[in-house]
């Protein structure tokens, strides 16, 4: 008998702190909504103290660290929400690499949208923010070896020579790396991995929107 009273003593204890973290959860969420980011995270923090791994708390605590400009933070906090296997996964990866971009790593960036999109095919936005992002990742490797072709060609042009002088150094077309080759390959098998679960764009929107998406809780 007192096995069976511990038994439903323990269940008593569990239950109330489940209802104490909810508690603590919709107190946060009020702090969110109210744009009180500090307060939410508090909010947050508190139930992480007790639960560090509780997904809800780590994803939400991540969003608050975004609105704090807070990335390295962020990240921390979606990584550990993306780690197990839990409704919150898909989000934090996305937001995961929403906070990477925002820190200025779009490497870091891409594959956590990546993953994102092969968590959920169907998610557009994360479809949406590996474009975008992988495009500029690309335009920047593209102007980085114009940059470079224009310094070679300074260094090699001979200032004694009279036709050349006052004349824009002529640069070869930029090349593609073996990674930049490796990243397209690899970014194209996911986007194809998603039009095949019927991904499709808004009618007339013929480029990517010049920002990310992004998502709350």
Not at 24 to 32: H, N, P, S, T, V
Not at 47 to 62: T, V
Not at 65 to 82: C, G, S
Not at 136 to 151: G, P
């Amino acid at each position: 008998m007192k096995k069976l009273l511990c038994v439903g003593g323990c269940f008593v204890l569990a239950a109330a702190a489940q209802a104490g973290v909810r508690a603590q959860l919709r107190q946060g969420g009020q702090f969110y909504q109210k744009q009180k980011y500090g307060s939410a995270l508090n909010s947050y923090n508190a139930i992480l103290k007790k639960y560090p791994q509780d997904a809800r708390a780590l994803f939400n605590a991540g969003d608050a660290y975004y609105r704090l400009n807070e990335y390295t933070q962020a990240q921390a906090a979606y990584q550990k929400a993306a780690k197990t296997d839990n409704p919150y996964r898909q989000d934090a990866l996305y937001n995961l690499g929403n906070a990477y971009y925002r820190a200025g790593d779009k490497a870091q960036a891409i594959e956590s949208y990546k993953a994102a999109v092969r968590a959920n095919p169907q998610d557009k936005e994360a479809v949406h923010n590996l474009q975008l992002v992988w495009q500029e990742k690309q335009q920047d490797k593209d102007q980085q070896n114009h940059n470079q072709n224009q310094d070679n060609s300074s260094d090699n042009q001979d200032p004694q020579d009279g036709q050349n002088q006052g004349q824009a150094p002529q640069s070869a077309p930029p090349q593609p790396d073996d990674a930049g080759r490796m990243d397209r390959a690899d970014a194209e098998r996911v986007l194809a991995m998603a039009k095949e679960n019927e991904y499709k764009r808004a009618p007339g929107n013929t480029a990517p929107p010049a920002q990310t998406v992004e998502k709350d809780w």
